[in-house]
């Protein structure tokens, strides 16, 4: 099982990979929303920014998140790190339930580009 640390860690690649992604990818990583990624089996929160190309964790918590993000990420943690990692598919994933994936229409429609 991921610890918090190693979670935190995958979280820290995949915002240095959203800043350095070019054409539809760097589009869709420049959204401007609040996000939290809740990792069920350690029941833990990062909740966080993503702005300018990255993600800016801001918070820590335990339990799920408190407030309701305009994007909202629910996996395990081992999940999160094989995602980043390149070895776990997000749609095989998502389309499993063993990612959910929570925000609004439009902004879908933009973060498939980076999925």
């Known amino acids: 099982m991921a610890t918090i640390e190693e979670c935190r860690a995958a979280l820290d690649k ?3 990979n959203m800043q350095h992604a070019e054409g539809d990818v760097r ?13 069920t089996d ?9 702005a ?3 993600i800016e964790v801001r918070e820590t918590l335990q339990g799920p998140p408190r407030e ?10 081992d999940d999160l790190v094989a995602l980043v ?3 776990l598919h997000f749609a095989k994933a998502w389309g ?7 925000a609004g229409l439009r902004d879908l429609l ?6």
Do not use: N, P, Y
């Open 52 to 54: 300018g190309g990255r």
């Open 14 to 16: 995949l915002s240095d």
């Open 68 to 77: 309701k993000a305009q994007i909202r990420l629910a996996l395990s943690g």
């Open 85 to 87: 990692d390149g070895e």
């Open 27 to 39: 589009t869709a990583a420049a959204l401007d929303r609040s996000v939290s990624c809740h990792i």
């Open 110 to 115: 933009l973060l498939r580009k980076l999925l």
């Open 42 to 50: 350690l029941d833990v929160t990062f909740a966080g920014r993503m």
């Open 96 to 102: 499993s339930g063993r990612v959910k994936l929570h």
